[in-house]
């Protein structure tokens, strides 16, 4: 995702999944290539640009390595922890439990 209004369709009508480093925000996506992403790390995140740049990589290496398992949903990736040691294998296992959380939620929200 590249387009503000691709983030802000996200943030208005996404569903948010909060695990331990990674909040998701996602909404089902509108084009027929799968899950996509876009990032988003504030230097509310850190005031540190080598670390803020450094998590984008872990994130975006997460998602290349996982975007098999994902469903397809736009997902919008913010980190929450800034003192932690960023890895790519936590990462990309947390990326795909909460991507599968957010599915489900989006799933209950159409039932209902």
């Known amino acids: 995702m590249r387009r503000k209004r691709e ?13 331990s480093t990674i909040l998701i925000v996602a909404v089902p996506s ?7 992403y ?5 230097r509310k995140f850190s005031k540190s640009a080598v670390v803020r740049n450094r998590v984008r990589r872990v ?13 397809p949903l736009d997902l919008v990736l913010m ?9 790519t294998p ?10 599968q959380k957010a599915a489900r939620k989006l799933a209950e929200r159409r039932a209902t």
């Open 7 to 19: 983030f802000d369709r996200a943030y208005q009508e996404g569903v948010r999944a909060r695990g």
């Open 30 to 36: 509108l084009h027929p290539v799968g899950a996509r």
């Open 38 to 42: 876009g990032l988003s790390v504030s």
């Open 59 to 71: 994130l975006r290496e997460a998602f290349r390595l996982r975007r098999a398992e994902l469903p």
């Open 79 to 87: 980190p929450q922890e800034a003192r932690r040691h960023w890895r």
């Open 90 to 99: 936590e990462a990309a296992e947390e990326l795909v439990a909460l991507a």
